[in-house]
């Protein structure tokens, strides 16, 4: 999902867009209370720049996270709409990159009406939450883990 000034264009038939875009990924054993009885995955998030391009009917680009650490996105936060997923090992690569996203924010993502994509609630509270924080989530240096 971008975040900021955003550029973009066409060329013939197939558009482009690239800015700010804010990667949201899903812990893969870390679990948060969203409400009560109910539990769902803890979510990290970065902003890096990303350009996207249409293939097909799908918006689709490269993010970069760390030194050699390339992951393709599409559309909406990562995986249309739905958090990027990866394995405990991957997990522990990116995490250094990652900022943790608070809980009442990742509860309305979770609990929104969205279906298979953000929802407008959760969409507006995870902008605002990234353009507050912006400066955290982007200072984390593509070849530099946080200490």
Known sequence: MFIGQTDGGRRGCNQWASGPY???VEHPRGMTVIAPGR???TLYACVRRVRLSQFGHFMMGHIRIGKWR???VSGSIGTDGLPHTCSDPSF???SPYLTEIPNDVASAYWLDEGHNDVGPKAGAM???WARE???SLTK?????PKK
């Open 22 to 24: 804010l990667f949201v």
């Open 39 to 41: 539990q769902a995955h």
């Open 70 to 72: 390339k992951i393709v």
């Open 92 to 94: 522990e690569d990116l």
């Open 126 to 128: 995870l902008i605002k």
């Open 133 to 135: 924080n912006f400066a």
């Open 140 to 144: 984390k240096s593509s070849l530099e």
